[in-house]
Nanobody, 124 residues
Framework: QVQLVESGGGLVQAGGSLRLSCAASGRSFTSYGMGWFRQAPGKEREFVAAISRGGFTTYYADSVKGRFTISRDNAKNTVYLQMNSLKPEDTAVYSC?????????????????WGQGTQVTVSS
């Protein structure tokens, strides 16, 4: 099993930045592709970004492309989401997830482990 704990959320003004972290413990972190998802109030959870096991492949939802960057430090068992140029519509609970496949998917259904999430609120 893998345990995932997110941190770094908070309240920020539009145009600001935040960096989310997701610390993993348990079985080998490098065995998992990792993803970030978010869920706004009254909406379904949606894919944000994903990164392969080795960190060489990344991909993003169109809504965050060019503003968000996903990265991982396998020595620290941590995946990050750098969020720049934040908009009020980015307000959501952000969760990280682990997928046993080398290159993770964009559907939440394929992920095996989830963190509890961290709240990000962007004020206008």
């Amino acid at each position: 099993q893998v345990q995932l704990v997110e941190s770094g959320g908070g309240l920020v003004q539009a145009g600001g930045s935040l960096r989310l972290s997701c610390a993993a413990s348990g079985r080998s972190f490098t065995s998992y592709g990792m993803g970030w998802f978010r869920q706004a109030p009254g909406k379904e959870r949606e894919f944000v970004a994903a990164i392969s096991r080795g960190g060489f492949t990344t991909y993003y939802a169109d809504s965050v492309k060019g503003r968000f960057t996903i990265s991982r430090d396998n020595a620290k068992n941590t995946v990050y989401l750098q969020m720049n140029s934040l908009k009020p519509e980015d307000t959501a609970v952000y969760s990280c997830a682990a997928d046993r496949k080398a290159v993770p998917g964009t559907s939440e259904a394929v992920y095996d482990y989830w963190g509890q999430g961290t709240q990000v609120t962007v004020s206008s």
